[in-house]
């Protein structure tokens, strides 16, 4: 019940910093041009879309719009786009979820089984390696991995799409055809993510499980050769609950996007879609994917937490 | 565990661990000597623009005609520096909330709360925010990145302290009259700071990443040479990719932040081994 | 030398087969021959650019604005000469250049099959007295009446000389029928709302991915469209040339020469490069120190070595600012204004003039490769620069507030019709780019206000060379150099054309709606 009270307050913060912070950045929405290449917005222009999205009203009369639409799953409008931020969210949501939430999954399973098998194995010269090799791979700006997968895969072979979440315009698809449309586009991207992803998870459950097998019992029972279920599950008890947290931690941000690696796939995900929001300062927009971003991280804490307490009685009390 | 076994399991992670440890030593010597080994001043222009490399530019010049072995120097300067500045920041941070929060009952709630609020951002998009709030700086990306960054582990820390409190031992030792301080010290700091150092050394990968991550979107500061900058310019070249110049432009600036981590990682297995309780050689 | 070959197009992998194969191609590499299949024409943009009407597409850049007359028609429209006719097939000016009376084409119908005539154009500019047209300002217009179907005639507030290439030129004639009674015309985003009269319809737009697709309009009034279809997608900047080289878009945009020379020796692939409508140019605050005093600023203008800058930045023949900010291609450049060549001696000179015993600034830019040069260059003049960087929302918004001393920025449109000399300086306009910064020269000011009433072609260009000429002597701006754009093409699709002055107000694009018109 406490927790309940606590997660509300943390929603209720969440949502007045979400409107306010955009506001705390210099420069206004309503100035036309982005980039090197933008050209000049006349002034009436420029008025009228002051006026259109209320921007000129003082700062603490806008904030009652924005909560008064809220609770009808209004987040207001684009003022870059002029549609439904809630649409947009919704058009943008999936495709994130899909990528970033996949690698994410991905990724936990290929970590878990590589410091698995760094924390068993830690001396044969291969495991070494292929931690060694995640871990450096993993180091590389996910722009450049990016970009690297473009170049052989997508322009020399030719084998994948160089951006884009499907085909465009395929039209009159089979179902069967259009997963593996999206998947086949998902495919350069999310390789991108998982390498990135990856060395986290699997030096946590390998520094998890270290400790664990170091353990008496476990040492006597490794030098009888054995590897019993018992043995393993003991060591998995150890390792999984850090390990959860991270994969829940990481699911609960997917939400948020993946901006560097969305914007060089051109992929209609959420981080791009912030990162644009950002810079042309559209806060109707900003609000919107913050707030969904936030709100997802918390539920995914309140998840974990409830977890936590069905796992072990004894957090309940603490909290 | 025999000792055999155990000397062997040292010897090599030893082994490791120094070269690991040489070559950060290295590549700290190469970034703070960058003024005096590197041929030019990172700023000239000193010769033609996109050169490929010749005896006088080793890894040619960047789009302006500046020397980009003297940049990659430079480059590591910075961004090592902010790597090793956030790191034991939001390292820090994270050890005071996590074991606070772990070992004060009553502050838990509270400590949490702050905790849960950071995480519920996300990130990357909170740091460009805070970035351009800021304006792109050496300051500015090293306290966000600090601030940003020690959210997730104070959590993970929090975890490891109950745990570790809930042990039979520590209740035996407490049963036994130990004052907090003893357990804390004792204890909870020896099962915890093996955690703290795998986060030490995450957040430092991460960090170098994040320099180099914001330098590609434009947000690096432009007049401090880092990794992420030289990048940024490179992808900044049409020709990178349809040239060869992505191999001494882009390759030696990525090698240097895929070496940092792998050294880093390499130290970390021999530390990670002498810190944890359980693989700590006899005393 | 650099030069490229094509990449062997791979044959067509279907997602089943790659993902089955995948593993054995990456050692079997690429196979197949032949041309590319006469398919739809594929352009890129790095950004979407928004639901394709005059009121909801994206002014972040030109991409928006461009992409509409694909699919709108206007008044006029220009090719390598000049206006020529378009909607209208006819035009009088009154002599006291207020009234302008257009004759439309009697074959103009809308992409749902309705004429259109001169009501819809009435309605057009009704409406956007109410609901401006994102791109430039008709408030200039202070009536339209239709005539007769196709007659209509336009009174002005006051003369306005731009008025064909800067208005008829470049606002949308929408249907009357579609948009009478739409009270929020942003946010009317129905596919039907965006028919216009142009060479192509829109088929499909995905909000988000930014890929539209368009098909050709059969039956526009002059003949039919050179392609079935037209797909736009989304390229980031920094693979457009791949993805180009790589067969999978028809067109990329490069900002630098050495595209040209890299592409030179190209079976199929070509360049073409725009006038030289991007200037970048210092902004100086004229209200603060030091740059309130004249001399400081030609100080920094002699210290400043723009034609290697221009070299040095574009990597090619760059082309240097003309301190009366008109390119040097432009025919209504002024080639005899103050030339300001480098000469370090003399900025010293000139500061010491100033009564400064040295010159430090601050600059405010948005990240640039400019910057250092310029720093380095005028460091050797003794100017010393402090460099503040912040992102271009930040700038803009700075420099709105005066809180600048210098500030650095970048854009298009120096090219058309040389009224943007008034729009830029008269602090009128909101933008990005710190015209917002008033140039309150009293002469100038009546010189700006008179050349846009004046209708004669001699006295016109009288007024604004004699502009340029104040503003090489005063320098509230210095434009540093200019920048082409140069875009890498496909040349068995189509083969750009010129515009003069670039489309519209000075874009330097390659979609030229004439080059995808039938021949």
């Keep these: 019940m406490r927790r309940l009270v606590r997660y509300v307050g943390l929603v209720c913060t969440v949502v007045l910093l979400n409107f306010l912070v955009p506001r705390l950045l210099p420069g206004s929405p309503a100035a036309g041009g982005g980039g090197d290449e933008a050209a000049v917005l006349p002034s009436a222009a420029y008025q009228a879309l002051v006026a259109t999205y209320h921007l000129d009203l003082p700062l603490q009369a806008q904030p009652t719009r924005y909560l008064a639409g809220l609770p009808r799953g209004d987040l207001g409008w684009s003022l870059t786009s002029h549609r439904p931020v809630a649409r947009i969210v919704v058009e943008r949501l999936p495709w994130t979820l899909l990528l970033v939430g996949g690698a994410v999954v991905l990724a936990a399973a290929l970590g878990g089984a590589l410091g698995w098998a760094a924390a068993w194995h830690g001396r044969r010269r291969a495991v070494r390696l292929l931690t060694a090799a995640t871990v450096g791979v993993g180091a590389l700006p996910e722009f450049l991995i990016a970009m690297a997968l473009i170049v052989a895969f997508s322009s020399r072979l030719q084998l994948f799409p160089a951006g884009g979440a499907t085909t465009p315009f395929a039209a009159n698809q089979g179902l069967l055809r259009a997963l593996l449309d999206v998947a086949w586009h998902a495919a350069l991207p999310g390789l991108t993510l998982v390498l990135g992803f990856t060395p986290a998870f699997a030096l946590l459950m390998r520094n998890a499980l270290v400790p664990v097998l170091g353990e008496r019992y476990l040492v006597t029972a490794r030098a009888k050769g054995l590897t019993s279920r018992r043995v393993v599950w003991h060591a998995l008890r150890n390792a999984l609950p850090p390990v959860a947290t991270l994969l829940g931690l990481r699911l ?12 060089v796939f051109a992929y209609p995900g959420m981080g791009w879609l912030l990162y644009e929001a950002v810079s042309t300062r559209d806060y109707p927009l900003m609000q919107g994917v913050f707030l969904i971003a936030s709100l997802a991280v918390l539920t995914v804490n309140l998840f974990l937490d409830l977890i936590a307490a069905r796992l072990d009685p004894r957090v309940e009390g603490q909290a | 565990m025999n000792a055999s076994s155990h000397l062997r399991r040292r010897r090599n992670g030893r082994g490791t661990a120094a070269v690991g440890g040489a070559v950060l030593v290295v590549l700290i010597f190469l970034a703070l000597a960058a003024p005096l080994l590197s041929p030019e001043e990172p700023g000239r222009i000193a010769g033609d623009p996109a050169a490929p490399p010749d005896p006088r530019f080793w890894l040619g010049t960047n789009a302006l005609g500046q020397d980009l072995f003297s940049h990659l120097l430079y480059g590591a300067r910075t961004s090592l520096l902010v790597g090793f500045l956030a790191a034991c920041l939001s ?24 905790v849960d609020l950071f995480l519920a951002l996300p990130q990357v998009p909170l740091i460009v925010l805070l970035v351009v709030f800021w304006g792109p700086g050496f300051w500015p990306l090293v306290g966000t990145l600090a601030l940003i960054g020690w959210a997730a582990f104070a959590r993970v820390v929090r975890a490891q302290v109950s745990v570790t409190l809930r042990r039979e031992y520590v209740e035996a030792a407490r049963a036994l009259g130990a004052t907090e301080g003893r357990v804390l010290r004792a204890i909870v700091l020896t099962e915890v700071a093996p955690l703290l150092f795998t986060k030490f050394l995450l957040t430092v990968r991460w960090a170098v990443l994040m320099e180099a991550t914001l ?33 001494w432009w882009v390759v030696p600036p990525a090698m240097g932040i895929v070496l940092v981590t792998v050294a880093l990682m390499a130290v970390g297995q021999d530390v990670d081994l002498w810190l944890n309780p359980a693989t700590r050689p006899p005393a | 030398m650099i030069c490229l070959q094509p990449l062997r197009p791979a044959r067509a992998l279907r997602p089943v087969a790659t993902f089955a194969v995948a593993l054995l191609l990456l050692l079997a590499a690429s196979g197949g021959a032949g041309a590319l299949p006469a398919g739809p024409l594929r352009l890129v943009w790095w950004t979407d650019v928004g639901f394709p009407t005059p009121f909801a597409t994206s002014t972040l850049g030109p991409g928006g604005v461009v992409r509409l007359s694909l699919l709108y028609d206007t008044l006029v429209w220009k090719d390598h000469t000049g206006v020529i006719p378009w909607l209208a097939e006819s035009w009088r000016v009154s002599a006291d250049g207020r009234r302008w009376a257009f004759s439309l084409r009697k074959d103009v119908t809308w992409h749902d099959g309705r004429p259109l005539v001169a009501r819809d154009v009435q309605f057009s500019f009704e409406y956007y007295r109410t609901h401006p047209f994102v791109w430039v300002d008709t408030s200039v217009v202070a009536a339209v009446t239709a005539d007769g179907p196709h007659t209509v005639t336009f009174v002005l507030r006051e003369p ?32 039907g709302m965006a028919t216009g009269s142009g060479p192509y319809r829109l088929a499909e737009y995905r909000p988000g991915a930014g890929e539209y697709r368009l098909e050709a309009n059969r039956k526009y009034f002059r003949g039919r469209p050179r392609f079935k279809e037209i797909q736009y997608t989304v390229v980031p900047a920094e693979r457009q040339l791949l993805a180009v080289q790589s067969g999978q878009s028809d067109v990329a945009m490069a900002d630098t020469h050495d595209v040209v020379r890299a592409f030179s020796g190209h079976p199929y692939l070509r360049t073409w490069q725009s006038e030289p409508l991007s200037v970048a140019r210092l902004l100086f605050n004229l209200e603060r120190p030091p740059f309130d005093q004249k001399a400081v600023r030609q100080a920094v203008a002699y210290g400043i070595n723009r034609t290697q800058l221009a070299t ?31 000469d370090p001696s003399r900025a010293r000179i000139l ?9 430090s600034f601050e600059l405010l830019t948005s990240p640039s490769p400019v910057v250092p040069v310029v720093q380095e260059m005028l460091r050797r003049a003794g100017i010393e620069v402090a460099v503040r960087t912040v992102d271009a929302r930040t700038r803009a918004a700075l420099v709105a507030e005066g809180k600048y001393q210098a500030a650095l920025t970048f854009h298009i449109g120096a090219g058309g019709d040389p009224d943007y000399l008034r729009r830029w300086l008269g602090g009128g306009e909101a933008n990005l780019f710190g015209q917002s910064a008033e140039f309150a020269h009293p002469e100038f000011r009546r010189l700006a206000a008179g050349q846009a009433r004046t209708l004669d072609p001699a006295a016109r260009r009288a007024s604004v060379y004699r502009m340029q000429e104040i503003l090489a002597d005063e320098l509230p701006t210095l434009a540093l150099y200019y920048r082409r754009f140069y875009w890498v093409y496909d040349s068995r699709k189509f083969v750009p054309i010129a515009t003069a002055g670039g489309l519209m107000n000075g874009i330097p694009l390659i979609e030229n709606k004439l080059a995808f018109l039938g021949r």
């Design chain 1, 252 to 263: 609960g941000t997917a939400v948020a996007g993946a901006a560097v690696v969305e914007r």
């Design chain 2, 91 to 114: 390292t820090g941070l994270s050890a005071l909330v996590g074991i606070s929060a772990g070992m004060w009952q009553q502050g838990q709630g509270m400590l949490m709360a702050l």
């Design chain 2, 215 to 247: 330098g590609l979107l434009g947000l690096a500061d432009p007049g401090r040479v880092s990794w992420g900058l030289v990048l940024h310019q490179a992808f900044g070249y049409p020709l990178l990719f349809l040239t060869d110049a992505w191999i």
């Design chain 3, 160 to 191: 306005f000389a731009p008025f064909l290439e800067d208005v008829a030129g470049i606002v949308p004639i929408v249907p009357a029928h579609i948009w009478e009674g739409v009270s929020e015309p942003r946010k009317a985003q129905d596919p």
């Design chain 3, 312 to 342: 040095l930045v574009t990597r090619g023949p760059g082309v240097p600012g003309s301190p009366g900010i008109v390119p040097p291609t432009d025919r209504w450049h002024n080639p005899r204004v103050r030339a300001y060549p480098y």
């Design chain 3, 351 to 359: 500061v010491a003039q100033a009564g400064l015993t040295s010159l």
